[in-house]
């Protein structure tokens, strides 16, 4: 929280990168252990959207053959990955709360303007999403899960993830800090 007033609690610093690297490594070796899934997030919007057109169109869902199969297995909270996404958002959220972070703010809206940030931010949503889609899988799926098995494609992905998101920085003029 930017906050100004002296009187106000600071914010807890971030962990340094080594120690939140270490504990990411053991929240997914904790995830293959537990749940015998790697870490995901688009499976769940995936779900979620066949649940979704499940209650708007169930006939069209049903019949479609990315769709039907998710609305045939049951309620988009049957699924592990569902569990997932909230646990993250909820300790995100803890965290958040621990570290006296909770602050309401566009990050970027000062040099992009509110609408253009959002605007960007939607973009990149949109064509992130597409792509996970394409490669069958996110950045903590196909990255993080795919390297932590040795997988030659994690290690590509993750490679290329980078250089893209140093490409998209320059070109965008945000730069690289």
Not at 148 to 174: C, D, E, K, W, Y
């Amino acid at each position: 929280m930017n906050n100004t007033n002296s009187c106000a609690v600071p914010e807890k610093p971030y962990w340094p990168a080594w120690a939140a690297g270490i504990a990411l490594g053991v929240v997914l070796l904790l995830t293959f252990v537990l749940t015998g899934h790697g870490l995901g997030a688009t499976g769940f919007t995936t779900r979620l959207s066949a649940w979704l057109g499940d209650e708007v169109a169930p006939k069209w869902t049903l019949a479609n053959d990315y769709l039907g199969p998710m609305v045939e297995d049951g309620s988009v909270l049957s699924s592990w990955i569902t569990w997932q996404v909230l646990g993250v958002f909820l300790g995100a959220f803890v965290s958040a709360l621990l570290a006296r972070r909770i602050a309401w703010r566009i990050e970027g809206a000062s040099s992009a303007g509110t609408v253009g940030r959002l605007l960007k931010a939607l973009a990149g949503g949109i064509f992130a999403g597409f792509g996970a889609r394409i490669a069958a899988g996110c950045t903590s799926g196909v990255g993080l899960s795919g390297a932590a098995v040795l997988s030659v494609a994690g290690f590509v992905f993750l490679g290329a993830f980078f250089v893209a998101g140093l490409v998209a920085a320059r070109l965008s003029g945000g730069g690289v800090k």
